[in-house]
């Protein structure tokens, strides 16, 4: 088992609809979760950070949060063009060792006009 | 502010050579992170560094080391190179250590002949 998993799509949307990532996680001890958006050939770009379970809306992006289910979910309301990219969620898990940045592989995203 | 910088952009070298890549944070941040990018592998932590000492370490063997000055910029050297590890190098940046809330840079395309 991947310790965080997404599905690598692609996830096609049209225009003005909401899109749907979702991304589990196998350390039970998470404490901070984040989603990165990477275009093709360009490096990743922080667009959410959660911390509590919940949820936490920025702009046309909600983060979820659900501890318990050990499972994080990002939304994207009006999808644009524009939010075509690869969406990396990412887990700080902390190890005895110190903390580890653990990504999962990433959704692809298609918001088709 | 200037975002994250990193140099060289793009790098070959020979199998068993050593590389050194440097990387400038955003002015203020402390800590600076390394990520190593394939598309086998997906992104994978190497190793954080926040005042001059490593905090964090991924799973990456002893060949891959790293160091922090005290303005913050951060070096990352790999010795004896393999075929492996072409790869994209990231680098990252944020104001606070435990590898939250980063910022990337543009990253080093590394490729091992």
């Known amino acids: 088992q991947k310790e965080v998993e997404q599905n690598s799509g692609p996830l096609s949307v049209p225009e003005g609809a909401i899109a749907s990532l979702n991304c589990t996680y196998s350390?039970?001890?998470?404490?901070?979760f984040f989603w990165y958006r990477q275009y093709s050939g360009k490096s990743p770009e922080l667009i959410m950070s959660?911390?509590?379970?919940g949820d936490k809306e920025d702009g046309r992006f909600t983060a979820q949060l659900n501890k318990a289910s050990q499972y994080v979910s990002l939304l994207i309301r009006d999808s644009q063009p524009s939010d075509s990219a690869t969406y990396l969620c990412?887990?700080?898990?902390?190890?005895?060792?110190?903390?580890?940045?653990?990504f999962g592989g990433g959704t692809r995203v298609l918001v088709k006009p | 502010k200037a975002g994250v910088t990193q140099t060289p952009r793009y790098l070959i070298k020979t199998r068993g050579q050593q590389v050194t890549l440097s990387c400038s944070p955003i002015?203020?941040?402390?800590?600076v992170s390394w990520y190593q990018q394939t598309p086998g592998q997906g992104l994978q932590f190497l190793f954080e560094?926040?005042?001059?000492?490593?905090?964090n370490k991924g799973n990456f063997p002893g060949r891959f080391s790293g160091r922090q000055f005290s303005n913050s910029r951060s070096e990352m050297n790999v010795s004896t190179l393999e075929l492996g590890d072409s790869a994209l190098y990231l680098c990252?940046?944020?104001?606070?250590?435990?590898?939250?809330?980063?910022?990337f840079g543009p990253g080093t395309r590394l490729t091992v002949t």
């Open positions: 560094y926040f005042s001059e000492t490593q905090r």
């Open positions: 990252a940046s944020s104001p606070w250590g435990g590898l939250v809330e980063q910022y």
């Open positions: 990412a887990v700080n898990m902390n190890k005895a060792a110190g903390n580890k940045l653990t």
């Open positions: 350390d039970r001890g998470s404490q901070s």
């Open positions: 959660i911390y509590s379970n």
């Open positions: 002015s203020g941040h402390r800590s």
